[in-house]
């Protein structure tokens, strides 16, 4: 569609041109000068075979668990370097624990599944919506968006990167705000070691096609 527009373009521009034969030079370089600084916005579709999705949970012992999930589909507009909008939408049901092995990780990820945490049953998808952008001037952009958890939406600003159809990312969301409140320390007491923090990092690597 990108090229389609680009060549109708080209052609409509190359016709004035001619129209414009007994006219003067500079109304013809203005048009041309026209063209060379259009800037069309370029969809780029996830590659979710090739990209990755890594999460980490923290509990007040310092003890960490981490792991994985996968991407269902995305998407995002870029018009320059500038991110305009994207839609992204993660299986949560691919939840996947990497740092135990045997009973421990099979508990671990069932537990994440139901309802005292993520509720994958009723819940199945998480979507990520970027609705603007900002560059900074070390090439990386600031977006604001929404993140939808357990069918609760909130605001999140993160930071992404994109370069030659690859990406970076790097959010944290706070998983009460998602009523994911299990072993919070702000909606139980007295948990002492057995507190989990409400924030839970994402980092995503990206692929487009």
């Not at 090229?3 to 080209?10: D, E």
């Not at 012992?61 to 870029?78: P, R």
């Not at 001037?137 to 958890?149: F, L, R």
Request: proline content about 1%; aromatic content about 12%; some cysteine.
């Amino acid at each position: 569609m990108k090229n389609y527009l680009y060549t109708f373009v080209k052609f409509f521009i190359f016709t004035e041109i001619l129209k414009m034969k007994s006219k003067n030079l500079t109304s013809i370089f203005t048009l041309i000068l026209f063209l060379s600084n259009i800037t069309f916005a370029q969809e780029m579709i996830l590659n979710k075979m090739n990209s990755s999705i890594k999460w980490t949970g923290k509990e007040i012992t310092t003890k960490t668990h981490y792991g994985s999930l996968k991407f269902k589909e995305g998407k995002i507009i870029i018009k320059g370097e500038k991110i305009i909008s994207g839609n992204f939408i993660v299986d949560m049901r691919s939840i996947n624990c990497q740092d135990l092995s045997g009973k421990s990780k099979n508990y671990l990820e069932s537990h994440l599944k139901s309802e005292e945490f993520f509720g994958v049953e009723d819940y199945p998808e998480a979507s990520l919506s970027i609705k603007t952008s900002k560059l900074k001037s070390d090439g990386n952009q600031v977006v604001q968006g929404y993140i939808t958890i357990k069918g609760i939406t909130q605001p999140i600003s993160f930071n992404i990167s994109i370069q030659n159809k690859e990406g970076k990312a790097k959010l944290i969301f706070d998983r009460t705000k998602h009523n994911v409140t299990y072993r919070s320390g702000n909606f139980f007491q007295n948990l002492g070691d057995k507190l989990i923090y409400d924030d839970i990092e994402i980092e995503a690597g990206l692929t487009f096609n």
